[in-house]
C-alpha cells in the first residue's frame, strides 16, 4: 500500500512537473500576448503621441508656412471692400467747387459741365487748389474695357471724381478666393492718394487695413496694394502739398 502510495505520489509529481514544462510554450504565448499587447498598447500610446506631435507639427508647419508667406488673417473683413457696382448707377452729388473768379478755363459750376454724363464743377484732391470739370464714364463695371472696374464716385480714393473705369485683378468680392473673398480699392501712394485700383486680398497680405501699419521714419504708411510683390504691404503714403 505504500508502495503503491508512493508511486501515485511521484506520478502526481512526475505529472505536475510535467504540466509546468509542456505548458511553458502556451505560458510564452501568454507571455507574448500579454508583451504584444503591452506592446500594442506602447505602441498605441507611441503612435497617438506620434499622432499627436505630428498634429503639433502640422501645426507648427502650417503657422511657419503662413508666417513665412507673410500672411495676415484671410478671415478679417476690410474696412473698404466691393460687393457690387451698384453705386455707380445712382446720381452724384452735386460738385464742390467753391472758388470764385479763378483763372480762365477752370469750371464756375455744374452747369457749365455739359460735354458729357453727370457733368459736375469739382474741387482738385491735392495740390494747387483747382476747380475742373467732371463726368461718369461708365455707370457700371460692363461698361469698362477687358476686366477693368468702374469704381463709383464717393468710392475711397476717387475724391469727387465721376465714375472712371480703372485697372485691378476683381470687380467684386465674389471674384475673390473662390468668393469667398474680399476686394479692396487700393491706394496709389505715388499719386497724392489717388485711386490705384481693385485687388483681390489674399492670405499672402502683409496687411488688411492702414490700422495694421504704423509710422515709418519716411513718413505714415497705408496698406495698399503692391504690384511688384502682388500682395497687400504698408507703404509709405504719398502726400501732396
Known amino acids: 500500500m505504500h508502495r503503491k502510495l508512493g508511486a501515485v505520489v511521484a506520478v502526481v509529481a512526475l505529472w505536475a512537473c510535467g504540466g509546468v514544462t509542456a505548458g511553458?510554450?502556451?505560458?510564452?504565448?501568454?507571455?507574448?500576448?500579454?508583451?504584444?499587447?503591452?506592446?500594442?498598447?506602447s505602441s498605441g500610446g507611441s503612435?497617438?503621441?506620434?499622432?499627436?506631435?505630428?498634429?503639433?507639427s502640422g501645426s507648427s508647419s502650417g503657422s511657419s508656412s503662413g508666417s513665412s508667406s507673410g500672411g495676415m488673417d484671410a478671415?478679417?473683413?476690410?474696412?473698404?471692400h466691393r460687393t457690387s457696382d451698384a453705386a455707380c448707377a445712382t446720381m452724384p452729388p452735386p460738385g464742390n467747387?467753391?472758388?470764385?473768379?479763378?483763372?480762365?478755363?477752370?469750371?464756375?459750376?455744374?452747369?457749365?459741365?455739359?460735354?458729357?454724363?453727370?457733368?459736375?464743377?469739382?474741387e482738385s484732391g491735392g495740390g494747387a487748389l483747382y476747380c475742373a470739370c467732371t463726368y461718369d464714364g461708365c455707370l457700371a463695371d460692363t461698361g469698362c474695357p477687358g476686366n477693368q472696374t468702374c469704381a463709383c464716385h464717393g468710392s475711397p480714393y476717387v475724391g469727387g471724381q465721376g465714375n472712371a473705369?480703372?485697372?485691378?485683378?476683381?470687380?467684386?468680392?465674389?471674384?475673390?478666393?473662390g468668393g469667398a473673398g474680399y476686394c479692396?480699392?487700393?491706394?496709389?501712394?505715388m499719386s497724392c492718394g489717388s485711386l490705384l485700383g481693385y485687388y483681390c486680398h489674399t492670405?499672402?497680405?502683409?496687411?488688411?487695413?492702414?490700422?495694421?501699419?504704423?509710422?515709418?521714419?519716411?513718413?505714415?504708411?497705408?496698406?495698399?496694394?503692391?504690384?511688384?510683390?502682388?500682395?497687400?504691404?504698408?507703404?509709405?503714403e504719398g502726400l501732396c502739398g
Open 24 to 41: 511553458a510554450p502556451d505560458g510564452g504565448k501568454g507571455d507574448g500576448g500579454s508583451s504584444s499587447s503591452s506592446g500594442s498598447s
Open 47 to 56: 503612435s497617438g503621441g506620434s499622432s499627436s506631435s505630428g498634429g503639433s
Open 75 to 80: 478671415g478679417r473683413v476690410p474696412t473698404n
Open 97 to 122: 467747387c467753391s472758388i470764385q473768379g479763378g483763372p480762365s478755363g477752370m469750371c464756375q459750376s455744374d452747369a457749365t459741365c455739359s460735354d458729357g454724363t453727370n457733368g459736375r464743377c469739382v
Open 165 to 177: 473705369c480703372t485697372q485691378g485683378n476683381c470687380r467684386v468680392d465674389s471674384d475673390c478666393e
Open 184 to 189: 479692396s480699392p487700393a491706394e496709389n501712394t
Open 203 to 236: 492670405p499672402k497680405d502683409l496687411c488688411v487695413d492702414d490700422t495694421d501699419c504704423t509710422q515709418s521714419g519716411n513718413g505714415p504708411q497705408v496698406c495698399t496694394y503692391s504690384a511688384t510683390s502682388s500682395r497687400w504691404q504698408c507703404q509709405v
